[in-house]
Each structure stands twice: as C-alpha cells, then as structure tokens.
C-alpha cells in the first residue's frame, strides 16, 4: 500500500476513485460513459443537484449562500472575487499569510485598491498575524484559512462587520466552522472534494451587485447563479466526483466526524515531531495546520537519506514546497490514520540510527 501524502492533487477515498472508474466505462448501466453524456441531460442534472445539496448540508447553509461549481482552478478565483466585489475606488482589506494570500492580492490590485492588515512576512509565515485592525469600509476582507505551503491555518476565523472571504482550498470540508460567517468560500477540487478543474464557490447572493464595472458574463457569479450552476458546460467529472466524495463524506458522519479523525492524525504526527530529537516543526504550535504539517531536520544534511528512507516504505509526497524546504505532510480527509502511523513509525526507526 502506498502513503499518499501529496499536497494536491492528493489521495481521495479508494471507494471513489473505484466508483468514478466504473462511471467512465459504464454510467448506472447505461451503456454510457459518464464522459460522453450531454450536461444538459436529467442524468448530469441529478448529479449537479445532488453536489450542490451535499455541499449545503454538509456545510450547514442557510437560504443567503448559493453553492456554485465552476471552471478554473482557486487561482481564477484570485481574480473573480475582486471583479464582482470590488469597485476600482474602493479598498478590499486582505491578510497576507503567504504564497496563495500574495497571489490574491497581485489579482485584486488590477481591480481596485488593496490595504494588506496583516502579513505573516516578517516570520517567514510562521504564524498567523493576531493583532491587527480590518478598516469597516473595505469591500470585503479577504484570508487564506489554510496556508498549503507553509503548514499555518486561522484556528480562529476573525470577525468583521464587512463580508468575509476565504480561500479555502486546502481544508474546505475539514474541520467545523461557521460556514455562513463567510459571505464568500472558494476551493478548487483537488485536495478535499476531487480531480483539479473545478472550483466550489459559496456566495452570499446579497453582497453581489454592488459594483459597477461591468462584469464578462462567464465571470458574474450572478450569472452562474441564475442558470443553477449550468450556465455553460460544466466540469462534468470533476463535479460527478466531488459528488462521490461529499457522499463519502456524509455517509461518514459529515465534517464533525472527519475533523475528529484530522485532528487524531494530526495530534499523532505533531507529537512525533515535537518528541524526535531529529524534527522541529516549522510553524508555532497554535497556529498549525490541521491539513499541511510542515517541519524540518536538525541537520538538513540528513535529509536526502531521511526522504530515501520512507521512500523504503512507500511513503510519496512528503517534500517540502521549494520555498520551505524539509518536509510537508498533507493529512487530507481520505487519509487514513494507519498512514499517519507508518510515517510516525519510520521516523522513530530513522532516529534509531541517526539521532
Ligand atoms: N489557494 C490555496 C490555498 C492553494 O493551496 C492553491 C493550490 N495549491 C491555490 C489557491 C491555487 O489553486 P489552483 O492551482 O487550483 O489554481
């Protein structure tokens, strides 16, 4: 058995990825692959209209949030948010907790002005910033809640009286929170919910309309929001396999039951790199992600030989982004405990020999 650990596209649930094989060859005994049937179709309708109510139960939704899933990966989102948000006069407030906060804010820029409140620079974003003021006139106030590359997450989502968003590309559906505090969510698929390609979007329909550029019609939210997500051909097998996984994710226990298995993964990894005098984690305790653990070597030289070591034991995608070095282990939902364990267990053993 193989450990996937990859920071995405990352490990899905085996019963998945076997439904979704079975799906392209044959759709429901239809004859049919799920890849050549119109979108248009009531097959592809039910499916559309099932992810969408997963999404809304799973995330608790009151009747204000629209669920949308739409092209592009979440860096398409870097630049939708700000077009129908934001007005070229006016300020959106964003915090900088690294790579995919910066790349947001380069896109809101081209649309109007950006106030950064907070940023994690200054630590190398290995924190989250604490103390820090959103101005109550800004367009919206915009943060990452979980940091891919770096390993941090907002273990406490900030009140604000201006509309919140978040990217939550790489722990949607991971642990509870007050999804409507949120007036927009965006995630691409390819951590949590399925193949890369599409974005789930959550929107607050009463924060839309407020700006007066005009806005390309494939890029209105309001659009997509008219025509129930189909407002032209859909992603159709990214979205029928989120629609696998959030049924996973439901027949599970829904969200409150997979963060208690995150949070048992987690706690297990953490504990070995905080005992194992070879490990130091990279991030301060209270602002570790749940979703991305990120540490290093005490003598980096060892490093290669570590990497080659799990490689032994078939563990795959644990080094760390470019710009972080050492390693990262990406603990989404489908990962199961027992690959925690291995990974935990053969860091013991490294240290054995080489500590
Ligand atoms: N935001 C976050 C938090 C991410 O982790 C990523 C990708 N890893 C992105 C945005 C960009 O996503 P995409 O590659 O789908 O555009």
Known sequence: MVHNFNAGPSILPKEVFQQAAEAVLNYNNSGLSILEIGHRTATFQAVMDEVRALVRELMLLDDQHEVLFLHGGASTQFMQVPMNLLDEKETAAYADTGVWGIKAIKEAKLFGKVEVVCSG???NYTIIPKDFAVPNDAAY?????NNTIYGSQWQKIPNTSIPLVGD???????????FNSFDLIYAGAQKNM??????????????LGKIKRAIPTIMDYRNHIKEGSMMNTPPVFAVY???????????LGGVAAVEKLNQAKAACLYKEIDENPLFTG????EDRSNMNVCFVMNDPSLEETFLSFTKERNIVGIKGHRLVG??????YNALPLSSVDVLVNTMKEFALTHA
């Open 168 to 178: 939550m590309s790489s722990d949607i559906f991971s642990r509870v929170i007050d």
């Open 326 to 331: 050492g390693f990262r282990a990406s603990l």
């Open 194 to 207: 399925g193949p890369a390609g599409v974005n789930l979007v959550v929107v607050n329909k009463n924060i």
């Open 282 to 285: 990279t991030v301060i305790k």
């Open 121 to 123: 620079k200054e630590s």
């Open 141 to 145: 106030f915009h943060i990452t809640t």
């Open 241 to 251: 396999v989120c629609m696998l996984t959030l049924r996973w994710l439901k027949a």
